[in-house]
Nanobody
Framework: QLQLVESGGGLVQPGGSLRLSCAAS????????IGWFRQAPGKEREGVSC????????NFVDSVKGRFTISRDNAKNTVYLQMNSLKPEDTAVYYC???????????????????WGQGTQVTVSS
């Protein structure tokens, strides 16, 4: 069973920054595409960003382009989501997910990922 643990969430003012981490336990992340998803209260879970196992494919949902970046540190077995210029509408529980489908596979679809973390809360409020 693949285990993923998200961390780095918290309360931040609009315009602030947070860096979320997705750490793997019991397996190495370097063979997996990692997706970040979020779910706001009363809304469906949506894809935010994805990075392929090679790091060669990256994508973002339009609402976070230019504000969020994604990276991976295979030596630390961790993937990061750097979130800048945060807005109240970014408030959500953020989840990371893993899937093994090749070096350049990347997706923002929930159904494409089989292993999920428990989530970390991000609240953007003044």
């Amino acid at each position: 069973q693949l285990q993923l643990v998200e961390s780095g969430g918290g309360l931040v003012q609009p315009g602030g920054s947070l860096r979320l981490s997705c750490a793997a336990s019991g397996f190495t992340l370097d063979g997996y595409a990692i997706g970040w998803f979020r779910q706001a209260p009363g809304k469906e879970r949506e894809g935010v960003s994805c990075i392929s196992s090679s790091g060669g494919s990256i994508n973002f949902v339009d609402s976070v382009k230019g504000r969020f970046t994604i990276s991976r540190d295979n030596a630390k077995n961790t993937v990061y989501l750097q979130m800048n210029s945060l807005k109240p509408e970014d408030t959500a529980v953020y989840y990371c997910a893993a899937e093994d489908r090749g070096l350049y596979y990347c997706s923002n679809y929930i159904s494409d990922f089989g292993s999920w973390g428990q989530g970390t809360q991000v609240t953007v409020s003044s």
